[in-house]
Nanobody, 118 residues
Framework: QVHVVESGGGLVQPGGSLRLSCTAS????????MAWYREAPGKQRELVAT???????SYGDSVKGRFTISRDNAKHTVALQMDSLKAEDTAVYYC????????????WGQGILVTVSS
């Protein structure tokens, strides 16, 4: 019924950049808040960035000034531009979408690996 597909991951050197994209398709009326999470081996899932339906953004302390979240409402897409990447950014990144009136994300991407290494 509803599919969420992520793209854009891969291997990048420290200091480099990557752009992740997440697109939802199917029976969708609207999407409220969108977010990116990440999970590294041996670490708790971490909230990276959020963006509201009105375009207000917030970022985790570890990525402030380096990552930028954006959205395209017509395409049901959320993107994450990652600059000045560090080795500690290495993780599986998940997009999360809220389509209900509840303060939770009911749609999730499949996860995409970002590896920052020389």
């Amino acid at each position: 019924q509803v599919h969420v597909v992520e793209s854009g991951g891969g291997l990048v050197q420290p200091g480099g950049s990557l752009r992740l994209s997440c697109t939802a398709s199917g029976n969708i009326f609207r999407i409220n808040e969108m977010a990116w999470y990440r999970e590294a081996p041996g670490k708790q899932r971490e909230l990276v960035a959020t963006i509201t339906s009105g375009g207000l953004t917030s970022y985790g302390d570890s990525v402030k000034g380096r990552f930028t979240i954006s959205r395209d409402n017509a395409k049901h897409t959320v993107a994450l531009q990652m600059d000045s990447l560090k080795a500690e950014d290495t993780a599986v990144y998940y997009c999360a979408l809220g389509t209900t009136t509840l303060d939770e994300y009911d749609l999730w991407g499949q996860g995409i690996l970002v590896t920052v290494s020389s």
